[in-house]
């Protein structure tokens, strides 16, 4: 991860375990400024680069409880511009001599800043932003003395230093969250700091990370190092796929294994896709009798993930097993092109990243986040993750500058264990079979429509009971489709998506027609939470 650091101005972020920690980097990116994210009890003195400015985020605890996490005071001498916002303002104050108090009323919602008309220049977090702001709060405590040094450049009615500048370092703090939508001139807020004080360059695009990105990961591989890796038909391990292609040619060589729970004709799909038409080296191992017999009329969510998870790991390591056996056999008939495969592909993202080093809580242990961890024991195989800094709007922009078709790079998101955890009852051949022709009908109606990239994620779910209905004058007792769809920003909350009607309807009446076992067809209408987008 070093070399990023040489390439791009860094904000740091410390987090303190607020839920909009993530919102606040991505904020940063979307001003091409490249941020990353560490737990707040990170020790400066082993930070591997030198931020051009740091961001200390919000978090639940109270600065002042015995136990509370703590930023490392050598952020103090760093010679950076810091911005504490809320828990971070809090944690400013509190290390700074300042004083930190439960408030009167908690405050949770809009809130109204009067911005201070200072005049020196500690004004330039709010500039042009005109006197009054307004902006989100979600807080117990505020500061009820300012430390030393600093000067109130914001109030509210309730909370009379809701922003403070110090008088000459570039260090700011403020009670609300100007990452969050909510507070609806918060971007500009960050952009201020970001640019304004830390004077960020703002070379964050696609088109700097891609060239950067592939002499990278020609400069890992060597001259004769070959990676493997899976692929799925999913944007992230196609990106990935077709990267690792630009990068080292026919040295990458992509599996794709079916595992007889994909979507309809999605094996053939994903082969057409990515070896005809991008050219990436593939081999699509047809292991779906396997996978169906050690699902035969399995039940449980969980076990239906361990058996696709581990069955996945054994035909994977297979195959690379075969590779590696005709790489060595080619060699020996003097053919020398072929190093060994040393490496392993995945598409990891930032946010699984983040989910594994994000602040838990005082005594959370680290974990560490490996989809596939188990091929990595036995294969001695290195990690190599291209996509490992990158939100998913990134890795969208960077297909869409490999040239990878855009309904691809635009595609749902597909669980790995596929239409399994979307059958509820026990898994057999007949019910993947007539899902998969639910599924199919549905996502094509919605692109008939126009409405594919509106929605988040959308799916079919195949009911384990039985209705009564009548078709041409007779009884029938069959089984029940239900309909999923859902639009969401970042998955962690979910709205169900309202369809037009006549949309509704021409899916119902193609899926009970079309689809023999099936005579009823309902549509989800929960949102996340409580409910999750997955039924399983
Ligand atoms: N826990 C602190 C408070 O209640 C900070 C909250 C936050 O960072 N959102 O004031």
Not at 235 to 264: C, P, Q, W, Y
Not at 445 to 453: D, Q, S, T, V
Request: negative net charge; proline residues 5%; hydrophobic residues 40%.
């Amino acid at each position: 991860m070093a070399e990023i650091h040489d390439q791009f101005d860094t904000i740091l972020i410390l987090d303190f375990g607020s839920q909009y920690s993530h919102l606040i980097t991505r904020r940063c990116r979307e001003l091409n400024v490249y941020a990353e994210l560490l737990p707040c009890t990170q020790k400066l003195s082993e930070l591997e680069f030198k931020p051009k400015g740091v961001i200390l985020s919000g978090g639940p605890y109270s600065v002042y409880d015995d136990g509370s996490p703590h930023v490392d005071p050598e952020v103090w001498s760093l010679g950076v511009p810091i911005l504490g916002i809320c828990y971070g303002l809090q944690e400013m104050a509190w290390q700074l001599k300042g004083k930190v108090a439960e408030c009167d009323h908690r405050e949770y919602g809009f809130a109204q800043i009067h911005v201070e008309k200072i005049g020196n220049g500690a004004d330039i977090l709010f500039e042009g932003l005109g006197e009054e702001l307004e902006v989100w709060m979600s807080h117990g405590d505020q500061l009820s003395q300012i430390p030393a040094d600093f000067h109130v450049i914001g109030h509210t009615p309730t909370a009379p230093f809701a922003a403070i500048g110090h008088n000459d370092k570039p260090w700011y703090g403020i009670q609300f969250h100007p990452e969050v939508t909510h507070s609806p001139r918060g971007r500009e807020v960050i952009g201020k700091f970001v640019l304004g004080v830390c004077r960020c360059s703002t070379h964050w695009t696609m088109e700097e990370f891609i060239g950067k990105e592939i002499a990278r990961i020609r400069e890992v591989c060597g001259p004769k190092g070959r990676v493997i890796g899976a692929v799925s038909g999913g944007v992230d391990s196609t990106v990935a796929a077709k990267l690792m292609h630009e990068a080292i040619g026919d040295r990458f060589h992509a599996i794709m294994v079916d595992n007889g729970v994909l979507r309809l004709d999605e094996a053939a799909q994903v082969d057409q896709m990515l070896r005809q038409n991008l050219g990436v080296n593939l081999t699509v191992v047809d292991a779906s009798d396997l996978f169906l017999g050690r699902l035969e009329g399995v039940e449980d969510p969980e076990q239906k993930r361990k058996i696709i998870g581990n069955t996945f790991i054994h035909v994977f390591e297979d195959e690379a097993a075969k590779l590696e056996a005709e790489a060595e056999k080619a060699e020996a008939e003097g053919e020398d092109k072929k190093g060994k495969i040393e490496w392993l592909l995945q598409g990891t993202l930032y946010p699984d990243v983040i989910e594994s080093i994000s602040f838990k809580g005082p005594s959370a242990t680290i974990k560490t986040h490996h989809n596939v961890g188990g091929l990595l024991k036995d294969m001695k195989l290195k990690l190599i993750e291209p996509l490992r800094e990158l939100f998913k709007d990134e890795v969208r922009a960077l297909g869409r500058l490999l040239n990878i078709p855009a309904p691809l790079v635009q595609r749902h998101p597909f669980p790995g264990p596929g239409l399994a955890i979307r059958i509820l009852g026990p898994v057999n051949r007949d019910q993947v079979k007539i899902l998969q022709q639910a599924d199919s009908i549905y996502i094509e109606e919605i692109r008939k429509a126009g409405l594919y990239n509106q929605i988040s994620q959308a799916f079919a779910v195949l009911l384990p009971v039985r209705a009564v209905g009548v078709m041409g004058d007779k009884r029938t007792y069959e089984q029940v489709i239900a309909l999923r769809a859902v639009q969401s920003e970042d998955f962690m909350t979910a709205d169900w998506y309202v369809f037009p009607p006549d949309v509704l309807r021409k899916i119902s009446s193609r899926i009970t027609n079309e689809v023999a076992g099936i005579n009823r067809v309902t549509y989800d209408v929960s949102s996340k939470p409580p409910a999750t987008v997955e039924w399983l």
